[in-house]
């Protein structure tokens, strides 16, 4: 054994023969028929989870476009139904009106004239800007 | 064909690369595996395991890298593992009248006296510098690649390559013609 020191770090060719002799039994061959039979179970498992992954690939595609649509047609409804809720409110607003421009619609410098009270300065001045 | 390219062919369903390899390496695997259990079928059931595994785990082996530390680091972590579900198996020392005992006529029967006292040396290492030795000394292996195959650093390699040295010379120096029967 060359090892007289931890810094000698060269292969023991002696003892690593000798130990190759001691772990081995000159049966690799059977050894590796043996496994390759055992691999057949193991490629069956890893075929039948292949055949399930491919199948699950092969529906994606189409799953997916059909999603989509399903998506898409869920978002025109839905976009349909806010759109008449807009509208809706659109005209819920419009009867509403103001009050303010209503009113100053129907003023008029005769009807100004005609009041018996002093017109306030907001309708004069309405009437005043409108001509 | 490189080891890399067995293993993407293995990967691809391919059986007769998977055999290639298992051919390859059959060698290393039951040594290591014997390493840590000295039954020998038990061993073998272990480095097939290990084989198996890395079968199934083909797809994490890093084609940039050496396939032999990785396969022999499954192989190891399944001979492990067998040997704590079987709890601590009872280190043997070496027989006493073994070293007395002179070579005689029957060469083959004092050789297969040899092999039995270098296992039963062997056994009485720590699990760790059994391997370490084994792959250095044995499989040829960097102490940087045996640091991969046995997750510690390469100054640890180093030191079990050493003790373990140190402790099978101690064990083996009645047997003075070890290096000759061998």
């Given at each position: 054994m060359p090892d007289a020191s931890p810094f000698d770090h060269r292969p023991d060719r002696e003892l690593g023969d000798a130990l190759r002799q001691a772990l081995s039994d000159g049966n690799d061959a059977r050894f590796a028929q043996r496994v390759v039979a055992a691999a057949d179970q193991v490629y069956g498992d890893l075929g039948a989870n292949l055949q399930w992954w491919s199948t699950l690939t092969e529906w994606a595609r189409p799953g997916l476009v059909a999603a989509m649509l399903v998506i898409a047609i869920a978002a025109f409804s839905a976009g349909l139904w806010v759109g008449r809720g807009s509208a809706t409110a659109a005209n819920g607003s419009a009867v509403l009106g103001d009050p303010l421009g209503s009113d100053s619609q129907q003023l008029t410098v005769p009807v100004l004239l005609a009041g018996r009270q002093v017109p306030d300065v907001d309708e004069v001045l309405s009437v005043a800007l409108r001509r | 064909m490189e080891d890399a390219e067995l293993a993407a062919l293995a990967q691809a369903g391919d059986r007769e690369a998977f055999g290639e390899l298992v051919t390859r390496y059959a060698g290393p695997a039951r040594r290591v595996a014997r390493a840590i259990l000295a039954n020998p079928d038990e061993a073998d059931d272990a480095a097939q395991d290990g084989f198996l595994s890395a079968l199934r785990h083909l797809g994490r082996f890093d084609p940039e890298r050496p396939f032999g530390p990785w396969l022999l680091r499954i192989v190891a972590n399944a001979a492990s593992d067998r040997r704590r579900r079987r709890k601590v198996r009872t280190a043997m020392p070496i027989s006493p009248d073994l070293p007395a005992r002179q070579p005689g006529p029957d060469v083959e029967a004092d050789k297969e006296r040899l092999r039995e006292g270098l296992r039963d040396a062997l056994a009485t290492l720590p699990e760790r510098q059994r391997m370490a030795l084994v792959l250095f000394d044995v499989e040829g292996y960097s102490h940087r690649e045996i640091g991969e195959i046995l997750n510690i650093p390469d100054g640890t390699v180093r030191s079990d390559v050493f003790h373990a040295r140190r402790a099978l010379r101690e064990l083996l120096a009645?047997?003075?013609?070890w290096k000759e029967q061998g």
């Open positions: - | 009645p047997w003075k013609d």
